[in-house]
């Protein structure tokens, strides 16, 4: 009988094992390989539509205009699962070595694979991303998500479409839920009945300052950055996304004095898609 001391071989060998594990069953399916990296997003686009923009969501549309502005090789996939990044939201990158980055680590990834965005001559980019980020950004998860009209046509209607009625319903009803409890909770000020007129100020003040910092320059920060990927996303989903909005009015009606915004999200959207 094998004594305490004994090692771990020789306590399986007294009850009869040899070796572990006692019988290997080779998985049922493999992992596809890819050769380039793999970009996941929101998506696909759904039948006849006439949007050319590949998703409508803010953060994939980001990250996927950075990675185009440092001229970085990779496919687009589409999902409508974000269990595969590593923080469980999308996008990701998926690396052929089977890394997967999530849209935090992009950029890192990026000036470590020799992809560096170029330099920005915007010392307070910073500060323009942040309020970007805390007030053009609400604007368009409202309209996709929370207006209802906008929940229809591109929440339910796109990214939940695949799946069965109730399913796709209830998944709806938790995504809004969180989106109205992440705006609060980045601002109280939207209060609790998160009142769209106030994200609709919110975001035309932004847009004002926006254009002084444009001017006549090609690029909000003088070349391809973090903040021209950002407005670029936002200012683009509103205008192509299928729904009616005041944000939308204002951007696109005859006498608009945000014309020049508008002339700069498509400029990059004929350059790099």
Request: glycine share 6%; proline share 8%; net charge negative.
């Amino acid at each position: 009988m094998a004594t305490p001391e004994a090692p771990l071989r020789e306590i399986l060998k007294s009850i009869s094992f040899t070796q572990l594990p006692l019988r290997h069953i080779e998985p049922f399916f493999e992992p596809e390989k890819y050769n380039t990296p793999q970009l996941f997003i929101y998506g696909s686009p759904p039948p006849n539509s006439k949007s050319s923009l590949p998703t409508f969501d803010t953060e994939c549309l980001r990250t996927l205009t950075v990675l185009k502005f440092a001229n970085y090789g990779f496919d687009v996939q589409y999902t409508n699962e974000p269990n595969g990044s590593p923080n469980g939201k999308l996008p990701y990158l998926l690396l052929p070595n089977g890394q997967a980055i999530s849209s935090d680590g992009v950029l890192k990834h990026l000036e470590e694979s020799g992809h560096k965005l170029p330099e920005s001559g915007l010392n307070s980019e910073i500060v323009y991303c942040t309020m970007v980020e805390r007030n053009l950004v609400p604007i368009v998860e409202y309209i996709m998500w929370v207006d209802s009209i906008g929940f229809e046509k591109i929440g339910n209607g796109r990214y939940l479409r695949n799946y069965p009625p109730f399913v796709r319903y209830m998944l709806g009803w938790f995504k809004s839920s969180n989106v109205v409890h992440d705006l609060q909770v980045r601002q109280t000020e939207y209060g609790a009945a998160l009142d769209g007129q106030v994200l609709y100020d919110n975001a035309i003040r932004v847009l004002d300052s926006l254009l002084i910092l444009l001017g006549d320059r090609e690029f909000l920060a003088g070349a391809p950055s973090q903040l021209d990927a950002c407005v670029f996303a936002c200012l683009n989903i509103i205008v192509e996304a299928p729904v009616e909005s005041p944000i939308r009015t204002a951007l696109l009606r005859t006498d608009s004095k945000y014309e020049p915004l508008v002339s700069f999200a498509l400029r990059v959207a004929e350059k790099y898609f």
